[in-house]
């Protein structure tokens, strides 16, 4: 699903932020990415959700080069690929409801064909009672799990998390992780990266360590 | 997708007062909010750039007009001077200059002007009540032609000279090439001004739309994240200022036509007072092909602005790419 082969990445004339890193992503898989801070976890996770392109190396996504796409084939593949922000990015003036179905409208769907499917999944994360109000009303939690909701919906196949549980409480981190296991339950790989190992501790599961610009696997 | 989550969600407390009443009845929000566009503003300059095409296209069309009026009479109209002298060697040359031109193909009328018709005609110079006797005032022979071929001006002029030496044709030829000139000239300006208020308000709409992106960076940034393609994030902003574009246009155009409308209506108010005002605010009815062309206007200044606006937002996406 997802080949790294010795990727390399520098900022402008800088310092190679990751260097040779080299791994897969299997379909159905679950890991999680970790590292101190500043080691690369963000730029590796950009690297994937093709917001940046390496300076050296392969990215096979998907089974297509990632140097060779357009920016409408980029946008193709995120349909593909749900990502979940730290900061969360919902849109202030749009609903829970209208951002969680975002990416549906994106494709051009017509509300009353997703309305039913939108109203389920808030109702599976906890936020059936919340989906019309707006998102600064809601606490951090609820945002985060909104921020859930909308990578969700258009069932990626991948789903990329950026430090999912760094802005929620022990317990609602434990109900999070449970959520993303149920959902590489259901078929879709999920990449999590955090750096709260007792989190990690709670799952058996394949371990992308990132330190000085390398990438450690440990299945 | 299961549910069994669910169950072990927390009550959450119930929904603001008053809010969840207020979202429900809404529909679906823009997905570029209108209140990140500096709507207003354009309008405004939209509105004074429409105007301004108006009243070119207006003015250009109502010039073009008058002047295609003017030549079509002067054109079928010829005048004979005969160069005053003494009355009856005088008499006697204007009749043979007349009998000259009945005798010519393509002349449908003959006529010579009286004395009080040449009266009239110099009284806006010289007054009225004026004994032209006293004078060595010209007489004028007006000659119609038929309008049904071309009349042989030419063999006229000839005969005219070789009979008459006091007689010169006048066909107007001069005045019909100025006036040609004239009209050219005004079209030309209309042009020029055209083209400068279309790229005033592409250059508006350009600066806008780079505005309203900058301001809406994070919004496109999302729409970006969760898969949307450039034009569907162009057709976003596209939807506003084709808005825009309409209302701005509608405003200014309806303006423009309101102008030419009040000065249309100016004479049969009784307003100015001067007796000329009907002929002088003649020239300025576009008629309806004047409206037309400011109707066509409008409906591309909204296209323009909406379509300007679309290839900004993709340049200006790519950049951000």
């Given at each position: 699903m997802v080949r790294f082969e010795n990727v390399g990445l520098r900022y402008g004339m800088g310092p190679e932020v990751l260097k040779d890193v080299s791994f897969g992503i299997e379909p159905n898989s679950f890991q999680f990415l970790t590292g101190p801070s500043g080691a690369g976890k963000t730029t590796l996770m950009r690297l994937l959700f093709l917001q940046l392109k390496p300076t050296r190396g392969l990215i096979t996504l998907f089974g297509r080069d990632v140097s060779s796409l357009d920016p409408d084939e980029v946008a193709v593949l995120r349909r593909r690929i749900g990502i979940v922000f730290q900061d969360f990015r919902l849109l202030d003036h749009l609903t829970t409801y209208e951002n969680v179905s975002l990416p549906l409208r994106v494709l051009g769907?017509?509300?009353?064909?997703?309305?039913?499917?939108?109203?389920?999944?808030?109702?599976?994360?906890?936020?059936?009672?919340?989906?019309?109000?707006?998102?600064?009303?809601?606490?951090?939690?609820?945002?985060?799990?909104?921020a859930i909701a909308r990578a969700l919906i258009g069932r990626p196949e991948f789903l990329l998390a950026d430090e999912p549980t760094g802005n929620v409480d022990p317990t609602l981190a434990r109900r999070l992780l449970r959520l993303f296991i149920e959902l590489n339950k259901s078929g879709t790989s999920v990449l999590l990266a955090t750096h709260d190992i007792a989190l990690m501790d709670q799952y058996d599961a394949r371990r992308l360590v990132i330190a000085d610009g390398r990438l450690y696997v440990y299945d | 997708m299961s549910t069994t989550d669910a169950t072990s969600q927390p009550k959450k407390p119930p929904a603001e007062a008053g809010e969840a009443p207020r979202a429900k009845a809404r529909a679906l929000a823009s997905i570029v909010p209108s209140s990140t566009i500096a709507g207003r503003a354009l309008v405004a300059v939209v509105a004074i750039m429409t105007f301004l095409a108006g009243l070119t296209?207006?003015?250009?069309?109502?010039?073009?007009?008058?002047?295609?009026?003017?030549?079509?009479?002067?054109?079928?109209e010829v005048t004979i001077q005969i160069r005053a002298g003494e009355k009856q060697a005088t008499d006697a040359q204007v009749q043979a200059a007349a009998?000259?031109?009945?005798?010519?193909?393509?002349?449908?009328?003959?006529?010579?002007?009286?004395?009080?018709?040449?009266?009239?005609?110099?009284?806006?110079?010289?007054?009225?009540?004026?004994?032209?006797?006293?004078?060595?005032?010209?007489?004028?022979?007006?000659?119609?032609?038929?309008?049904a071929g071309p009349?042989?001006?030419?063999?006229?002029?000839?005969?005219?000279?070789?009979?008459?030496?006091?007689?010169?044709?006048?066909?107007?030829?001069?005045?019909?090439?100025?006036?040609?000139?004239v009209t050219d000239g005004v079209m030309l300006v209309a042009v020029v001004l055209l083209v400068l208020v279309g790229l005033a308000t592409v250059l508006s709409v350009v600066f806008a739309t780079r505005a309203a992106v900058a301001t809406n960076r994070s919004v496109v940034e999302v729409l970006h994240f969760v898969g949307a393609r450039d034009g569907f994030i162009a057709a976003q902003f596209q939807r506003h200022f084709l808005k825009i574009g309409a209302e701005g246009g509608l405003i200014g155009g309806l303006s423009a036509a309101a102008v030419f409308g009040a000065l249309?209506?100016?004479?049969?108010?009784?307003?100015?007072?001067?007796?000329?005002?009907?002929?002088?605010?003649?020239?300025?009815?576009?008629?309806?092909?004047?409206?037309?062309g400011i109707a066509v206007s409008v409906a591309i200044v909204a296209l323009a602005t909406a379509l300007t606006s679309r290839v900004t937002v993709y340049r200006t996406l790519r950049t951000i790419t």
């Open positions: 769907k017509e509300e009353a064909s997703y309305r039913g499917e939108v109203t389920e999944l808030l109702s599976w994360v906890g936020l059936g009672d919340r989906m019309h109000v707006l998102p600064p009303v809601l606490s951090g939690g609820e945002k985060q799990r909104a | 296209i207006g003015t250009a069309v109502a010039v073009r007009a008058t002047a295609s009026q003017w030549r079509s009479d002067v054109t079928q009998d000259i031109a009945r005798k010519t193909p393509g002349i449908s009328d003959v006529h010579i002007l009286t004395p009080e018709e040449t009266s009239r005609l110099l009284e806006p110079w010289l007054g009225s009540g004026l004994d032209l006797g006293d004078l060595p005032v010209p007489r004028v022979i007006v000659v119609r032609l038929d309008g009349a042989d001006l030419a063999r006229l002029k000839r005969t005219l000279t070789d009979r008459i030496p006091t007689a010169t044709l006048d066909d107007h030829r001069g005045w019909s090439r100025r006036l040609v000139a249309a209506a100016l004479p049969r108010l009784g307003l100015g007072g001067d007796p000329e005002l009907p002929t002088v605010l003649g020239w300025l009815n576009p008629g309806y092909l004047g409206f037309f």
